[in-house]
């Protein structure tokens, strides 16, 4: 039976049977013990350097790319930042943006120019930086009130944070100031219930928070119960918005990726790799179809899903079968029209920027390039992969950072 969300305070530690690394490889996760608590957001800074900006940069030419530090089992040491070449697609180092303990999502301010991070770990956080002609600047970090956060988005208006926390299946929700400096934590909501799979699903837990561009209401996909649950904030805190949308039994849904026409969502399962197709309209959800993320032999353990800036290709990253599927878009049920290997080790993200697609492979520690073919939506190798340690997240710079977030202004020295 599954149960609702419900408000409560976190203990320190939760008493989870299911406590395994949820991406996938069925270990124990490894927890920081106490004594890191005080240092967890950020590590101590080192000398940094800086040296002109460099003039001309335009959207999307600058990526950054979150990772797993040593505290999550990783070989990362914060938020590094890699310039993109446009008509190529390969990245040249720029440098350590923000030593930081574990920050495996990453998420930017719809208009000013800051960075935030969930900090993966037991005594979970998130934390925030402006980017400045200086580096980064630190602009607050705050504890979720959960265990494990590993997605967070800011709503629309720029007035809110709101972060999953995955092994204590909660949603926190902080004030943003009118920098985008993170404040008080407003509201702590805990999903209650179990799933089919007495080992990843014997309790809730939260994986994702989706926010309407248009204002609509916020989606969290939580693994453990099966379901979607919609919210809108009122004065801070999570209301619900309709009755929950359960998928299918032992699905164990991951990420949803919203299309651009505003009426379908599509749903990856980790558990079950399948994609389900719903269509959203004033009545509630509507399973509309259901497809396999991969045509490869094994267990896909399907990660990331996007939908294409033109609404015409979908694309998923099986990390089980190192891979990434592209699917045309149709009115009937998405069509596979490539799968191509990922160039790497467990593709746990990706992004599409411009006409590329990067993949980040977190344990070959490396991001891979592709071509997006924009007629058939076919990807194609753009050169080797790019080393970077236990990558999780890539992440494009927004306009708001172009003044500032540029080459080798104020990048940690190495």
Known sequence: ????????????????????????????????????????????????????????????????????????????????AVARDPH?????????????????????HPTL??????????????????????GAEPRGQRDTGGDSPCHLAVTPDGQHLISTNYASGSVSVHLLDPTGAIG?????????????????????????????????????????????????????????????????????????????????????????????VFEVDEHGWHERHRVPSSARDGLPQPSEIEVSADGRFLYVANRGVDTVSAFAIQETAPVLVDEVDSLGAWPRHFTLVGGHLYVANERSHSISVFDVDPASGKLSAAGDPYPSPSPTCVLSATPSMLATDAPNAGMVAT
């Open 88 to 108: 190529t697609g390969a990245l040249t180092p720029i440098g350590l943006l923000a030593p930081a303990v574990s920050p495996s999502f990453l998420a930017t």
């Open 1 to 80: 039976m599954i149960g609702g969300p419900r408000r409560g305070a976190r203990t320190d530690r939760y008493a989870h049977s299911d406590r395994y690394d949820h991406h996938g490889a069925g270990r124990p996760k490894p927890f920081p013990p106490v004594e890191h608590r005080s240092s967890l957001w950020t590590r101590p800074a080192r000398r940094t350097v800086r040296s002109g900006l460099i003039c001309g940069v335009t959207v999307g030419q600058i990526l950054h790319i979150g990772c797993y530090t040593r505290e999550g089992g990783g070989a990362g040491e914060g938020i590094s």
């Open 113 to 134: 120019p800051v960075l935030y991070a969930v900090n993966e770990v037991a005594f979970g956080a998130v934390s925030a930086w402006s980017i400045t002609p200086g």
């Open 184 to 276: 008080a934590r407003t509201d702590l909501l805990v999903h209650d219930g179990h799933g089919a799979d007495p080992e990843r699903q014997a309790s809730a837990h939260a994986h994702m928070i989706s926010v309407d561009p248009r204002g609509g209401p916020a989606h969290v996909v939580d693994l453990g119960t099966d379901a979607i649950y919609s919210y809108v904030l009122d004065a801070g805190r999570l209301l619900p918005s309709g009755p929950r949308v359960h998928v299918r039994a032992g699905t164990g849904p991951r990420h949803l990726a919203r299309h651009p026409d505003g009426r379908r969502v599509y749903v990856v399962g980790e558990l079950d790799p399948t994609i389900t």
